[in-house]
């Protein structure tokens, strides 16, 4: 998935970058998409400034919510920020773990916000179960065998977590499969 995150963010930062001097005009007339309905009110033609061309800051509030969406972008980036504790761990860098499960927690409760029906969950497995502690201490005491062992009840509490808000289907990604197991320590 880190691969895949940073080549996608690489390509949507450089098309931005090179969008005026490399993109061509199609000659196609812009248009508002038909999903939107509301957007027909706005008063200025479609543009690029689609948020600043809105009629009000009701309307751009709206928009940034939709833009924003619920859950599946942080939980993209607690994803990413789960692979990275990972990688961590199989490196002993237990800054590096410190790190990422912090800003982990920290996307946990944007999802929370976002999606308060999610919030019972993410609170009573995760953030203020002890496993999110477990995780912290664990990392900081540098002991790898603490840290490994307490990664995969992170593991499982992940997958029980999509199981509790009926999103089981989660579980069959890829990187719960890397994330199984441990190469065996080098003592």
């Excluded at 005026?20 to 009110?41: D, H, I, M």
């Excluded at 706005?42 to 689609?50: E, L, R, V, Y």
């Excluded at 502690?133 to 664990?138: E, G, L, P, V």
Aim: one cysteine or more; aromatic letters at 12%.
């Amino acid at each position: 998935m880190q691969r895949w995150f940073l080549a996608t963010f690489f390509t949507i930062f450089s098309s931005v970058l090179y969008a005026q001097s490399v993109v061509q005009p199609t000659g196609n007339p812009p248009r508002f998409p038909k999903a939107y309905k509301e957007l027909e009110k706005q008063t200025k033609p479609p543009s690029s400034n689609w948020l600043l061309d809105a009629n009000d800051d009701i309307e751009r509030f709206r928009r940034l919510q939709v833009v924003l969406g619920g859950t599946d972008i942080p939980m993209m980036e607690v994803g990413y920020r789960y692979e990275q504790l990972y990688e961590a761990i199989l490196k002993n860098n237990w800054n590096m773990g410190i790190y990422h499960w912090e800003k982990l927690r920290d996307r946990m409760n944007t999802a929370a916000m976002k999606r308060p029906v999610r919030t019972q969950n993410l609170e009573d497995m995760f953030l203020e179960s002890g496993v999110w502690k477990a995780m912290h201490d664990a990392l900081t005491s540098g002991n790898a065998d603490k840290v490994r062992a307490q990664f995969l009840t992170v593991r499982q509490t992940c997958m029980a977590c999509h199981v509790a808000e009926k999103v089981s289907f989660l579980n069959d990604n890829p990187v719960f499969a890397k994330t199984a197991k441990f190469p065996v320590l080098k003592k």
